[in-house]
DNA sequence: CGAAACATTGAACCGCATCAATCAAAGTGG
DNA sequence: CCACTTTGATTGATGCGGTTCAATGTTTCG
């Protein structure tokens, strides 16, 4: 069954049981925090974890919940007619899964953990609802979305590059995610071949540009850690 | 100027100054017409002429207007870092221009009309107002960006075929938008260029795959127009 | 009509996909 | 703990599709 199981909250309180973003450390980050934000009526949101593999939700399930990654990792994907996997997305701490659940009925792609990863489930009506409900939480939601199309219009842009590009933009849009431009460490949880599938060029090519980045001193391999070590190069390059 | 000169409606009415939508002829087909419905204050929507070549927005002017093509046709399009005009879209009649204006504060694209146009300015804030005010306008601007999406999702997949496919991906497309079975002839007031640069091709490349289309039988080149001849050869190609 | 913009066709080059082999890391079971 | 398997990453060789450069044809509009 793709639904994890439900944790209790760390540190309950009167408001905990219906949502752990009351208490949550990051609600400043996460749609979660500001969904319940305000509200007298706090919907219930529940956390999970989710083993590596196991998918949150597929193509044609009722678009009930909306998923935030609260640590790990998870990918987006459609298999397309010819049977190819499609990858759309990857979704690291705090970013949603499943965003067009609460534009349309049913989810329009698959989306399965990368890693064991801690999950918060937003009831998608009470989304929808909020929207009409609370102007502060329609601008958050329409900012989410407008940030959803910017990152779309630039990977079209970047898919007419050349493929040194295109993997250079993806660790800048990485690395710009950590808002701190101290940081030089970038996760990277997918394999070489979904990040292909993501950026559209064969896993041997992305494979090929992560070498000739760490040859002329770009950045540095760790596993599934790389350390950008030329940051004005990357930026120079994407 | 980039604004158009208002032109007085053709069956005034006692709304008809405060909004020509409420006498549209296509006010179910398009957003003005769910602007206006069933709002006990409809918001004053203004309809212009704008001769080709001439921007109905630019990056960075305040987005405080959502435009909808009535006639004619625009293009959507950025100017990259490397000074490459970059086509983000085409906008015939009844689709909407600007619809990131809801979601952000200034226009992310310019916006320049294809040739002689009749269009249709929303105030944005009567769109955002809208959205918390009635459930179903935000269900259906919420099902419009759904649209977007989907868009913009296929598009990416078109990047990654053949120049073929992307080109008849296209025209199916285009052709499914006149949601009429029987259709067969497809309105192209785009430059093979501005194709080109809409689907990532070259300007050769796009004539190329047109003249090839045509000596395959799938469709007839009839200048600015494109009769589809084999609209199931044409599918099985998208 | 003539000029300018646009479309088409041709030839050569280049980057990426593809096929194929090897290497490295992570499990797995005895 | 070590063979063995499995999975993922890397590197090499080859071919094709689309870009680029260049020339010619066609349409549009003053």
Redesign the pocket.
């Known amino acids: 069954m793709p639904l994890a199981n439900p944790i209790p909250s760390q540190h309950p309180d009167r408001h905990a049981a219906a949502s752990p973003c009351l208490d949550c450390a990051r609600r400043g980050h996460c749609l979660g925090g500001a969904l319940v934000a305000d509200s007298d009526n706090p919907p219930t949101v529940v956390r999970g974890v989710i083993a590596k593999g196991e998918h949150l939700f597929r193509v044609g399930d009722p678009a009930d919940t909306l998923y935030v990654v609260r640590s790990g990792a998870t990918k987006t994907y459609v298999v397309s007619s010819d049977g190819e996997e499609e990858v759309r997305g990857f979704q690291l701490a705090n970013d949603a899964a499943g965003l067009e659940s609460v534009c349309d009925g049913e989810y329009r792609t698959n989306a399965v953990a990368l890693n064991r990863s801690w999950i918060c489930k937003l009831p998608a009506s009470a989304v929808r609802e909020r929207v009409t409900a609370s102007a502060a939480f329609r601008d958050r939601m329409l900012s989410s979305l407008g940030r959803e199309f910017e990152r779309l219009h630039g990977m079209l842009h970047r898919d ?7 993997v250079a933009g993806f660790l800048m849009q990485q690395l710009n995610k950590q808002n701190d431009d101290t940081a030089h460490d970038i996760e ?1 949880p ?7 599938r993501y950026l ?13 980045l ?1 040859n002329r001193g770009v950045l540095k ?1 760790r ?2 850690q790389c350390r950008i070590v030329n940051r004005v190069a990357l930026e120079a390059l994407s």
Not at 190 to 196: E, F, H, I, N, V
Not at 202 to 210: D, I, K, L
């Open positions: 007419r590059c050349a493929a040194d590009r295109r990277l997918m394999s070489r071949a979904d990040l292909g559209g060029l064969a896993t041997e090519t992305v494979s090929r540009v992560f070498t000739r760490q391999n596993g599934s």
